[in-house]
T-cell receptor, first 117, second 113 residues
């Protein structure tokens, strides 16, 4: 069975601080996908990134960056120069290859990020 | 281009009642998945529908069922409601064979009293 752990339940920072959200996963499969989603108060899950297990390159997208390390089964997410609009619940998730379109996601418990002005 | 739409937005039911939630997938999508998200927790996979059939199912009892219609829209039904069924129910759509990520709707907030 798969498992995703987000040990940080809540994080509070002041605007412009950098913040890292941790994600640790467990799976016996060698081929899988990792995701990050953002959930604002409206409830909709907004896709941020997907990584497959063979691609350990770190990725940067604007103020967002992701660090994937298979050796530690971690897929951490960093927001640089945080803004109030970044306040939301962030979920890390995993799906196995073969589960069409990655539709069967195993989610972590989420991290509530609050960015204060 | 309409995204995933769900109805109703909120719903209050009493224990023992039955409820039906509805989902219209994003235009061009043919696969619908449902997730249950209890307060303060991550979403849990319920099931996936493709070509009007349930293709995958998570660890949910038989009183939770679904349906997909020829126009790809979907319903989720819960019978004999329990207090523990109170949650946000999220619908997500995708296109079979397309490797793009899921698109989620805003969800239906179900409260069972």
């Amino acid at each position: 069975a798969q498992k995703v752990t987000q040990a940080q339940t809540e994080i509070s920072v002041v605007e412009k601080e950098d913040v890292t959200l941790d994600c640790v996963y467990e799976t016996r499969d060698t081929t899988y996908y990792l995701f990050w989603y953002k959930q604002p108060p409206s409830g909709e899950l907004v896709f941020l990134i997907r990584r497959n297990s063979f691609d350990e390159q770190n990725e940067i997208s604007g103020r967002y960056s992701w660090n994937f390390q298979k050796s530690t089964s971690s897929f951490n997410f960093t927001i640089t120069a945080s803004q109030v609009v970044d306040s939301a619940v962030y979920f890390c998730a995993l799906s196995l290859e073969g589960e069409t379109s990655g539709s069967r996601l195993t989610f972590g418990e989420g991290t509530q990020l609050t960015v204060n002005p | 281009d309409a995204g995933v739409t769900q109805s109703p937005t909120h719903l209050i039911k009493t224990r023992g009642q039955q409820v039906t939630l509805r989902c219209s997938p994003k235009s061009g999508h043919d696969t619908v998945s449902w997730y249950q998200q209890a307060l303060g927790q991550g979403p849990q996979f319920i099931f996936q529908y493709y070509e009007e059939e349930e293709r995958q199912r998570g660890n949910f009892p038989d009183r939770v069922s679904g349906h997909q219609f020829p126009n790809y829209s979907s319903e989720l039904n819960v019978n004999a409601l329990l207090l523990g069924d109170s949650a946000l129910y999220l619908c997500a759509s995708s296109l079979e064979g397309d490797n793009s990520p899921l698109h989620f709707g805003n969800g239906t907030r179900l409260t069972v009293t």
